[in-house]
């Protein structure tokens, strides 16, 4: 039997509060679960206690086989039970394919409307130094 250690859902409409539970894969969130060894309350400042766990339990479940869910490992890492490995995703701050493509539009109208303009300012110096260059020269 495969087991996982994650959050069950109590509490009432948008007051959340979560049961760290060990419990079968196969069984509904908020359904038949083995053991509760913890609590959640996310409505509690965060330097409160917010998160409650029986560390002896816990480890007794880690020890026979049960993965922790990627919240619950947070919740471990900061009591130090688990190590959670730190996590890279370079690309998620990077906007989508249709932004990337109005980025890129909009880049390439900002540098032709540079080159006008510096063509436009050697046009317009052009003729003034020409009259200056003919006055030098005789």
């Keep these: 039997m495969a087991l996982k250690i994650r959050l069950a859902r109590a509490g009432s409409k948008k007051r959340p509060y979560y049961h760290v539970v060990v419990a079968d894969v196969r069984s509904p969130r908020d359904g038949r679960f083995i053991e509760k060894i913890g609590s959640w309350n996310p409505m509690l400042p965060k330097d409160g206690d ?30 130090g039970l688990a190590k959670r490995p730190a996590r890279n995703n370079p690309a ?47």
């Design 50 to 79: 917010r998160i409650v766990l029986n560390e002896e339990r816990i480890k007794h479940w880690l020890a026979n086989g049960a993965l922790p869910t990627d919240r619950v490992l947070r919740f471990l890492d900061q009591a």
């Design 92 to 138: 998620k701050a990077l906007p989508g394919k249709k932004a990337q493509e109005r980025l890129d539009a909009a880049k390439q109208a900002e540098e032709e409307a540079k080159a006008a303009a510096a063509e436009a300012a050697a046009a317009a110096a052009e003729p003034a130094e020409a009259p200056a260059e003919e006055a030098a020269g005789e």
